[in-house]
């Protein structure tokens, strides 16, 4: 069955990324940036396009949608999340990904800033993919990869689930998410409307490999306070709260 499906993950991730999803920590709305609704409409289009007929966008910028199960065996409901959005730190306007075919471990060169290098030295992972396909962005910009070859993954395993019914599995439910770079991705999912019983999420990683277990990177605040003496005699007393937050 594989073998007679032409995979689209790679021509959904080059549509994908030039999207600009850029989204914003200094924001008070949600999500923090309206253009992050902008993928997520073009996802639910071609998701009802290919049969999903549940695929919506709420007010939140969630996507939603289900693919039916294809058995009547009581099976654990799996959800399949990823984030729309990109990350502050760099621009997301202008993407033009590159397609680096049969790569042969020679230094990539960013051509809109080649200042901007791609190497084994510096990325040692990429021996291992030496005469794959390599997909950059062009040197002034995020590629936007972190999160939208996930995006781009969930997209064709319902492209596929939905046109290969011999497949069998329980319902599957699809979760795009806005604000996940600002570190408030889930902040506004309704998990009774979401339905699952398991999530995965796709996000990064080098391929072949998964985390089952991590912690909550969603804040920590520690104060420090130091000790004032007279500098007459503060050997051994006077405490410095900065060297003190250093050393922690």
């Known amino acids: 069955m594989i073998s007679d499906y032409d ?3 790679a021509n959904r991730f ?35 396009q290919m049969g ?23 099976v654990p ?13 760099c621009s997301g306007t202008g993407v033009k990904p590159i397609v680096h075919k049969d790569f042969d471990g020679k230094d990539i060169v960013l051509p809109d800033d080649p200042t901007q290098v791609i190497s084994i030295r510096q990325h040692s992972y990429l021996k291992k993919r030496i005469g794959d396909d390599i997909i950059t962005a062009s040197g002034t910009t995020l590629l936007g990869a972190d999160d939208k070859a996930g995006v781009a ?19 599957i439910k699809i979760l795009f998410t806005p ?3 600002v570190g408030r991705g889930v902040e506004k999912v309704d998990l009774a409307k979401l339905g699952a019983d ?30 004032s003496a007279h500098p007459g ?10 060297k003190v937050a250093g050393t922690f």
């Open 7 to 9: 995979f689209s993950v």
């Open 14 to 48: 080059l549509k994908y990324v030039t999207v600009d999803t850029q989204s914003d920590p200094n924001a008070d709305r949600f999500p923090s940036t309206e253009k992050q609704k902008d993928l997520s409409r073009i996802l639910v289009d071609e998701l009802q």
């Open 52 to 74: 999903v007929a549940d695929a919506h966008l709420d007010e939140h910028g969630y996507v939603y949608a289900t693919i039916p199960a294809t058995t009547d065996k009581k």
């Open 77 to 89: 409901v799996l959800c399949f999340c990823s984030h729309v959005d990109t990350a502050p730190d």
């Open 153 to 171: 993954i969930i997209m064709d395993l319902a492209n596929y689930l939905v046109n290969h019914p011999e497949v069998k599995h329980g319902d």
């Open 179 to 181: 604000d996940e770079e």
């Open 198 to 227: 398991f999530g995965y999420t796709l996000d990064g990683g080098k391929r072949g490999t998964y985390t089952d277990e991590t912690f909550s990177a969603n804040g920590v605040t520690v104060t420090f306070y130091g000790i």
């Open 233 to 242: 005699y503060a050997k051994g007393k006077l405490v410095n709260a900065m």
